[in-house]
T-cell receptor
Framework: ETGVTQTPRHLVMGMTNKKSLKCEQH?????MYWYKQSAKKPLELMFV???????ENNSVPSRFSPECPNSSHLFLHLHTLQPEDSALYLC??????????????FGPGTRLTVL | AQKITQTQPGMFVQEKEAVTLDCTYD???????LFWYKQPSSGEMIFLIY??????QNATEGRYSLNFQKARKSANLVISASQLGDSAMYFC???????????FGKGTRLHILP
């Protein structure tokens, strides 16, 4: 089983749609992350969850709503997005959130296009 | 101020040559970790190598090595004997022990030429 999976891999949505991105990790990790990767920008951390509790919200607009029902699953609910939200959304997991050596394992990403 | 700086937006290298990808960082935390990730065109981020701020020796993982120069705050990735499959985006990242975040640089796109 691949370590971190994300579905869907590609998503096209209109600005009035509501959709959700799903991430699942099979590594027994306690921390999960959402990142946004836009063209020509550094990878941006959006949300961090540790043991299903949100520990970081990096000034992300409310049209992005995360949900972490358990330590293996992470969702990103999307509604009334803007075209500039088009990007690659990457999910990652790590054993914990503390300590400098905490390798993050990334999923393949969801390529989102907002029309 | 940028915490992670990758000054090479793109590089072209002949196959089988060694490659050095530059990364400088900025932190006042004495305890931190440095990472390199590879991102092929598929989008997945692949962990390559890690260097801790207190590690005495440079990290090595197969063809990857990290040239860690602490005083210069430099953590360059060296890929020996490059292969066509090394063509990808490469990200340098840092995690400070006082923080939960990993901060990524803008990346360097590496093209290996046959």
């Amino acid at each position: 089983e691949t370590g971190v999976t994300q579905t869907p891999r590609h998503l096209v949505m209109g600005m009035t749609n509501k959709k959700s991105l799903k991430c699942e990790q099979h590594l027994g990790h306690n921390a999960m992350y959402w990142y946004k990767q836009s063209a020509k920008k550094p990878l941006e951390l959006m949300f961090v969850y540790s043991l299903e509790e949100r520990v970081e919200n990096n000034s992300v607009p409310s049209r992005f709503s995360p949900e972490c029902p358990n330590s293996s699953h992470l969702f990103l609910h999307l509604h009334t997005l803007q075209p500039e939200d088009s990007a690659l959304y990457l999910c990652a997991s790590s054993r914990t959130t503390s300590g400098s050596y905490n390798e993050q394992f990334f999923g393949p990403g969801t390529r989102l296009t907002v029309l | 101020a940028q915490k992670i700086t990758q000054t090479q937006p793109g590089m072209f290298v002949q196959e089988k040559e060694a490659v050095t990808l530059d990364c400088t960082y900025d932190t006042s935390d004495p305890s931190y970790g440095l990472f390199w990730y590879k991102q092929p065109s598929s989008g997945e981020m692949i962990f390559l190598i890690y260097q801790g701020s207190y590690d005495q020796q440079n990290a090595t993982e197969g063809r990857y090595s990290l040239n860690f120069q602490k005083a210069r705050k430099s953590a360059n990735l060296v890929i020996s004997a490059s292969q066509l499959g090394d063509s990808a985006m490469y990200f340098c990242a840092m995690r400070e022990d006082r923080d939960d975040k990993i901060i990524f640089g803008k990346g360097t796109r590496l093209h290996i030429l046959p």
